[in-house]
């Protein structure tokens, strides 16, 4: 008997092995013998499994999370950029983008709504009143920005039209001069209502307000501009080349789509044109996850070296403690192999209880967390499944020096300590 009051296993067969059952049996006997320095013991395991668990989670829902934000603000935006606006065109050559950007991008797979935009450029915009009266003592003049565009601005810019109605293809056709204002151009302007049919003097033109438009996700400048045909544009403002066209993709599409993109607008001049693209999203993705891994594995790290000292600290203490009992054990036939296995093996199953413990707390908060923050958690099962195979390891290397000392203890000196 122990000073525990446990039953000694002693070696089967002549003192040259002890039975795997008998092994398990006594190793959980000793540590069960002292449930609270066990408890403690395995908390430095238990905390550096579930930082693990929780950093590898936490950071696998962060970045899908934020590539999920990051999809839906840029990565489906492709801008097509026309480098030589402006420029003058040789004989017989046409614009470098016509107006019908829209029309030919539509065809490629992956496109969900295109515009097409000529802007003045800046110094040359015509100012924008809303009446026509010239006061001297007042400035009723506004400096804003004005842009032709084809009908899909809306859904290609992801704005919303807010009061009235965006233009459409029989305003273009008939040259209508209409306009639409940017939420914050009305505002500036003092147009709230439309029922009256407002009129906005851009120049000494005046144009009749159909529609304002809002709520801009991309292409946030347009909020203070006003916007008119292009047909319109062309005929009283000489807005006539299209600078760039804005191309509103399905998720994944925008790679095909920019790459396509030149050769669909004009095929003999795809070198003049600067194509914008969002970068690829699963490198976007991989970036995200791997800062913050970087951040947080080190302290997993951290906690799983505290865990493995405090195991190896408070197995040596063991030792000490039960040198009677190891010298008793040597007396009755036990080998060195045999006190090192059970050291180790005491030591492993503190290392087990650690993880599968660690492993469930850090599954537990990565579900609270995402569900706190209305997220959908991403775990990865293979180091849940593998964290108490990992809490076993460091259980075995940290019990490997007290073993190895309980080992090295001979039966006569064990004896005389006690």
């Given at each position: ?72 603000l840029t990565a489906t935006a492709v801008t097509v950029v026309a480098a030589g606006t402006g420029a003058p065109q040789a004989p017989g050559e046409g614009p ?323």
């Amino acid at each position: 008997m122990t000073p525990e009051g446990r039953t000694l296993r002693l070696p089967r067969r002549g003192g040259t092995r002890i039975g795997r059952a008998d092994l398990l049996d006594e190793s959980l006997a000793a540590v069960l013998a002292r449930p609270w320095r066990a408890a403690l013991t395995t908390l430095g395991t238990v905390l550096g499994i579930a930082t693990l668990v929780v950093t590898i989670g936490i950071a696998a829902t962060a970045g899908n999370r934020i590539v999920g934000r990051f999809d839906q603000l840029t990565a489906t935006a492709v801008t097509v950029v026309a480098a030589g606006t402006g420029a003058p065109q040789a004989p017989g050559e046409g614009p470098l983008i016509g107006w019908d950007a829209a029309e030919r991008l539509a065809r490629l797979n992956g496109t969900v709504a295109a515009v097409a935009l000529a802007e003045a450029a800046p110094g040359t915009a015509p100012s924008v009143r809303a009446n026509d009266i010239k006061d001297p003592s007042t400035v009723s003049a506004r400096t804003l920005g004005v842009v032709a565009a084809t009908v899909d601005l809306p859904a290609a810019a992801h704005g919303r039209v807010v009061a009235g109605r965006f233009f459409d293809v029989g305003n273009v056709a008939r040259h209508d001069r209409v306009a639409v204002l940017g939420e914050e151009a009305a505002r500036m302007l003092g147009i709230v209502r439309l029922e009256d049919s407002p009129a906005v003097f851009l120049g000494d033109e005046a144009f009749t307000v159909i529609g304002i438009v809002g709520d801009f996700r991309r292409e946030q400048a347009l909020a203070a501009a006003v916007i008119v045909p292009p047909t319109t544009a062309a005929d009283r403002l000489g807005l006539t080349e299209v600078g760039r066209v804005v191309v509103d993709t399905e998720l994944g599409a925008a790679g095909l789509v920019a790459a396509q993109a030149p050769t669909a607008l004009n095929p003999g001049r795809t070198t003049e044109m600067r194509v914008i693209a969002p970068p690829d999203l699963q490198r976007a993705r991989g970036a995200v996850e791997d800062d913050v891994n970087g951040m947080f594995l080190v302290l997993g790290l951290l906690c799983l070296v505290v865990g493995a000292v405090g195991i190896a600290n408070v197995t040596l203490v063991g030792v000490m403690q039960r040198i009677g009992e190891i010298g008793l054990r040597r007396a009755l036939g036990a080998s060195r192999r045999h006190i090192a296995q059970q050291f180790l093996v005491e030591s492993a199953v503190l290392g087990l209880i650690g993880g599968a413990i660690g492993a469930a707390v850090g599954v537990v908060t990565v579900v609270g967390v995402c569900v706190a923050r209305d997220w959908t958690p991403v775990l990865d099962l293979t180091l849940v499944v593998a964290a108490p195979g990992a809490g076993v390891l460091v259980g075995l290397l940290a019990g490997a020096y007290p073993a190895w000392r309980a080992a090295r203890l001979e039966p006569l000196e064990a004896l005389r300590a006690t």
